[in-house]
């Protein structure tokens, strides 16, 4: 389904570095939730990430001892929390709740063509981030992209030219793609979808926030 | 690697004990390899500091749910950095954001493979990185390792945006097959 002519290995590697735009860090996250396709080669990259972090030089902090004591003057409970939030019955995975909330129940559809409705996020980072929800059985509108477009399937599944995508699938359109996907019979099929815009983000921490694939 | 278990060890001793000479120790370890490292991303000094005490405040206080069959303590570290800094760049970027609402925070995944433990997968994943092509090998330091952007890898490296972006494209692809090569090897 996804080999690597489609950029995903550099996708996934994003997403163990960090430095991909927030909404594909989340579809990145909520893929490895719902599919167990690439857990190890992004558990790998992490190891490699972990190994780089040990072999780092070390820069001392400005003040040690306070750094220190700040943490163990905090008398904050410990924590258990972090325990996996409950899926809710829409199936929305965790990752994707900062962006969509909790639920994909009463959200605030718009029908862009008979049998397809969109919800926008807005533009996130420069990527407009969105579910489509299409009718099973009904094409998606036809279109071009300028820029990378990332699919991933939350419920149902598409086919397009490259392929057929069920739930827990990643489709990654390039620029320049004419893109006519048609979902599947059966089901209706439920996506969220972040296209890579155009604008240019830095700041203090700066260089690590683009567009997904920069 | 005899320095990994030691780590992870005094990991569990904070998790279990509470245990502060186990984190000082940690903390006189990672917390200034956390900033190096960050800096070398592109961090300010102060701003890399924050984050890497907001790792290790974590550290003190979740360090229950480090689990050293999963992995070494400087890759759970590594992946409580990287998470850090997403929530911070995100809280800086939109104000409206609830500073209670789950940060991006992925659930934890059901085990990757529970018969390949932390250690071995490090190696593995060193002597895949070893093995890719020294033009390659470059490329995923500059972008994986140093984080930087397609055009900033062009304009530090002379090669063509295009090149660039084909050449990271391949290494990562490589960089997989590697891996799992040797996983297939050692499942026979
Ligand atoms: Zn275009
Ligand atoms: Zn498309």
Redesign the interface.
């Known amino acids: 389904m996804e080999k ?1 002519v489609t ?1 995903m ?2 996708l ?2 994003g997403y ?4 991909l735009s ?1 909404p594909a ?2 579809l990145v ?1 909520a893929h ?2 719902l599919s ?1 396709l690439n ?3 992004v ?12 072999d ?7 003040d ?1 001892d306070t ?2 004591s ?3 003057d ?1 008398e ?1 409970p ?3 929390d ?1 325990e ?2 409950a899926n809710d019955s829409t199936g929305l ?3 994707l ?2 962006i969509v909330g909790n639920s994909m129940e009463g959200l605030p559809w718009k029908a862009l063509l008979p049998g397809v409705k969109e919800c926008k996020f807005g533009e996130i ?1 420069g990527c407009a981030t969105s579910l489509l929800w299409v009718r099973a059985g009904r094409a998606m509108p036809s279109h071009t992209h300028h820029g990378t477009e990332l699919t991933l399937v939350l419920q149902g599944g598409f086919r397009d030219d490259d392929g057929h995508y069920v739930a827990g699938d990643v489709a990654f359109a390039d620029d320049d793609v004419d893109h006519k996907p048609i979902a599947d019979e059966g089901e209706d099929c439920i996506c969220f979808a972040v296209t890579a815009g155009r604008l240019e ?1 830095t ?8 567009p997904f ?2 | 690697m005899v320095q990994t278990q030691y780590f992870s060890d005094l990991i569990v001793k904070v998790a279990v004990d ?1 245990d ?1 000479a186990a ?2 120790e940690l ?2 370890h ?8 960050l ?7 102060a ?3 924050e984050i ?2 907001d790792v ?2 974590t550290l ?3 360090a ?2 480090f689990d050293p069959r999963k ?2 303590a ?6 409580v ?3 850090r ?2 929530d ?3 809280r ?2 939109t104000s409206e954001l609830d500073p209670d ?10 085990d ?2 529970e018969e ?1 433990d ?1 250690r071995l ?2 190696e ?3 002597e ?2 070893g093995k890719l092509p020294e033009e390659q090998r470059e490329v ?1 330091r500059l ?3 140093l ?6 890898i062009s304009e530090s490296t002379g090669l063509p945006l295009g090149t660039v972006k084909s050449r ?2 391949l290494a ?2 490589r ?2 097959q590697l ?2 090569a040797d ?1 297939a090897v050692d499942v026979d």
């Open positions: 690597n950029g290995d550099e996934l590697a163990a570095a960090g430095t927030y860090q989340a996250g490895l939730e167990d857990r190890g080669y558990s790998s990259l992490e190891s490699l990430g972990g190994v780089s972090l040990g780092a030089d070390p820069v001392a902090l400005s040690r750094s220190l700040a943490i163990f905090d904050t410990f924590s258990n972090n996996p939030i995975p965790q990752s709740r900062s980072d983000l700041g203090p921490v700066g260089r690590w926030f683009a694939m920069r | 509470r502060k984190f000082v903390f006189d990672f917390a200034p390899r956390l900033k190096g490292y800096m070398k991303q592109g961090a300010d000094a701003i890399a500091e890497a005490q290790m405040v003190w206080r979740k229950n749910l992995s070494s400087s890759t759970w570290l590594f992946r950095a990287r998470n800094r997403i911070r760049l995100r800086q970027k609402e789950p940060l991006l925070q992925p659930a934890p995944l059901p990757v493979s390949m932390a997968r490090e593995r994943v060193r895949a990185l995923v972008a994986f390792f984080g930087q952007s397609h055009s900033e990271i494209r990562f692809g960089l997989r891996i799992e996983e």
